[in-house]
DNA sequence: AGAGGTTACGGGCAGCGTAAGGATC
DNA sequence: GATCCTTACGCTGCCCGTAACCTCT
């Protein structure tokens, strides 16, 4: 009868899917259990809350009333048990969207350490370009993320994160004075991130800068494939110094010295949520993440 | 595992009756069922939050500042009730102070149009003096009150709410003139209200004024009682003038014209409440009852 | 001994998952 | 016909109430 905590994140969860089969995934059941805890809010309110039309639902006027209430109540919750629960017991799901660079570097220390001081917290994650996983953030189905440059919208928090030196990389074999210039790299296919990011677009201008009109580049959203193409003498790529430590120490790879012209920009990496996040676990992943960044800045 | 609304209702109970069993017979279930439901609550924080010795039930730190939280939510619970819900669905309790004066006049009323209102609200009346539901309400264990004149507490809120005249009332046979004066009064005994009450203070004071010393006061918190004391001839009365008008009319009582000076101030009442209310309820029942009070004046 | 909180235990019912049913594209 | 929400139904497991137990005054 009453209103209860379950049927509210569950209505939170179906808003947020736009679907009730999608939210019943999340919520590790099945769909006739959430569409009954949806009629049993309703039927409590004696109110409908969602319109549920075959291909979309939708908010009622009283749903979209609701939803504040039942968010404020859900981050209530949540703020209670970070603030008195034995953080063993602190539950919850962060939505955390993250760039691939980020995923080489320090997110498995982040998971760990996440899960060992909140065993109990979910962590729902996204790995996709910069600007895909900007999209997200924006459209709130994230609730933080790890991406390039600062996120420009006026409800978006930014920290800086961390950052990570690029170098020219190249396959051992490969013929090419030191320092090299732009020049003596682009007779190589130059492998780097895909085609909208920012390192892409930088590499574009200072190619086109040097005049260097038939550089082949060929884009990839993925870093490991990257590293692999360039051991597999496919070209040349700038690469995060720590993807490659490891290869270049074994010889498998080459780090090529090369003028300050065709330097880059370190990857800079901010962390991005909305400022009126409503989910009081992201401030603690955004600490343990600077934490993480940190401590892997200084190996 | 997670923290549930039920438990918050009942914690706050349980904190509020500062014991299992009263909050138990205030929640229409066992002691048992309340105590299992705080160890739930607690095993799911991980945290002990009630103290239990054998006479008293009281808060650990950590139930002290989930005592908030859960103030809130439970708040937060009952203001989306109130803009979303059914009236007839609004849940909750409302724990409300009276002066018997109160309830003779339109308190009947207030009950009625609200239990048509919120059907689904419960109501827990107190009637005592104002001295003492004053003290509940200081002690935060009411909700709200109506009762005489201002309480001077800093975080409470006071509305002028009602007044009534008061008339001096006699047995039809009594010897009396008229205009009365105060010393033909206090010949026979006076019926008045308890001793430390507003308008008892006030007569006792006009006596003194008046040299008058062997007044003989008969003090009773019944309202009903005076009446009845008066109709059966033990002395006079300052009473509501609505509360004998019927039994002047029959001729039970007599209406006793004074001097100016032998006036009482009217009874005046004001509803109060804390400023910081976290029961949204409290604004409709003020509402409601000031509706009650201004029809009551009308007629 | 009595008041009040805890533990033990059996039963009822809420809510779940499976499966079938409808509606819309 | 595919997709997605709703309805039906049997079952499980949780929570409740009764009762016995413990502890402290």
Redo the contacts with the bound molecule.
């Keep these: 009868m009453a209103v209860?905590l379950?049927?509210i994140e569950?209505f939170l969860a179906?808003v947020s899917?736009?679907?009730?089969?999608?939210?019943?995934r999340r919520l590790?059941?099945?769909?006739?259990?959430?569409?009954?805890?949806?009629?049993?809010l309703e039927t409590g309110l004696g109110k409908r809350l969602?319109e549920?039309?075959?291909?979309?639902?939708s908010l009622t006027p009283e749903g979209r009333a609701f939803l504040d209430y039942a968010e404020r109540m859900a981050a209530l919750r949540q703020e209670a048990q970070l603030a008195i629960a034995d953080p063993d017991r602190v539950t919850g799901t962060v939505r955390l969207g993250v760039s691939e660079t980020v995923v080489h570097a320090w997110l498995p220390d982040l998971i760990e350490e996440l899960s060992r001081r909140f065993p109990a917290v979910e962590l729902e994650l996204t790995v996709d370009t910069t600007a895909a996983t900007r999209d997200l953030l924006v459209g709130r189905e994230l609730d933080l993320a790890f991406l390039m440059g600062p996120v420009a919208e006026p409800e978006m928090v930014n920290h800086p994160l961390c950052s990570f030196p690029l170098v020219w990389t190249a396959p051992p074999a490969l013929d090419l004075p030191e320092p090299a210039t732009l020049k003596d790299l682009a007779r190589y296919r130059i492998i780097t991130y895909s085609r909208r990011t920012r390192p892409t677009v930088a590499l574009t201008r200072m190619l086109q800068a040097a005049g260097i009109r038939d550089a082949r580049l060929i884009a990839s959203t993925s870093l490991a494939t990257n590293i692999r193409l360039v051991e597999s003498g496919v070209g040349v790529a700038p690469l995060p110094a720590f993807t490659v430590e490891e290869a270049i120490a074994a010889g498998r790879l080459r780090r090529v010295i090369v003028v300050p012209d065709a330097e880059l920009e370190p990857l800079a990496f901010t962390v991005t949520h909305p400022a009126a996040t409503r989910n009081a676990l992201v401030g603690r992943v955004v600490a343990c993440a600077l934490e993480c960044a940190a401590v892997f800045d200084k190996k």
Excluded: G
Excluded at 17 to 24: I, L
Excluded at 28 to 40: K, M
């Design positions: 209860d379950d049927q569950t179906v899917a736009r679907s009730f089969s999608k939210a019943a590790n059941t099945t769909q006739p259990a959430v569409s009954l805890r949806i009629q049993a969602l549920r039309t075959t291909r979309d639902v």
